[in-house]
């Protein structure tokens, strides 16, 4: 096994060291393959960069459009989650769901969402934090019984228009 082990490591220097002759090949010769390669990788990732700039931009600019056109909170709401959708964002209002995307109030052991988390579908750190409370042996989710801002049924009702709106009758 010892002498497996050393076999592993051994493979992975002279891994290592092949990237070093590569990086070194690529600046000292910028017509070889290898550099033609990586610049042409470069490139497409600044379009890339640049046309998901616009993309943003164009849904800052339709959301304030909106924002500035209409008192329909409801048509704002709807706007906001198609913008999040193609930008690859879930809303998660319940804690159940994700816990690692919720800062935790309280000392547990079950928490209730008072505030929805924010993450992207690729599976990365939230995009958001949301925020749990310690669910008390009475129902309350809070230490002192008083409900907090955007909980029960404020989040409840928040979750009941954005499935109406998103038409499936389903809570993100």
Do not use: C, W
């Amino acid at each position: 096994m010892v002498r497996n082990s050393e076999l592993k490591r051994d493979l992975q220097e002279l891994g290592h060291r092949l990237d070093l002759i590569q990086t070194v090949i690529m600046v000292s010769s910028p017509e070889s393959p290898v550099a033609a390669e990586a610049y042409e990788g470069l490139r497409r990732t600044v379009v890339q960069s640049m046309s998901a700039t616009k993309v943003l931009h164009s849904a800052l600019a339709q959301l304030d459009i909106l924002a500035h056109t209409t008192d329909d909170i409801t048509l704002i709401r709807a706007k906001l989650a198609e913008l999040l959708m193609h930008a690859g964002i879930d809303k998660v209002a319940r804690f159940d769901d994700r816990p690692d995307a919720f800062e935790r109030i309280g000392d547990g052991p079950d928490f209730k969402a008072t505030r929805p988390a924010y993450v992207t579908t690729l599976e990365l750190p939230p995009v958001a934090m949301g925020v749990a409370e310690t669910i008390s042996p009475l129902g309350s989710s809070n230490p002192g019984g008083a409900e907090a801002p955007g909980d029960g049924d404020a989040l409840a009702s928040s979750e009941a228009t954005q499935a109406d709106e998103a038409g499936n009758g389903e809570s993100v």
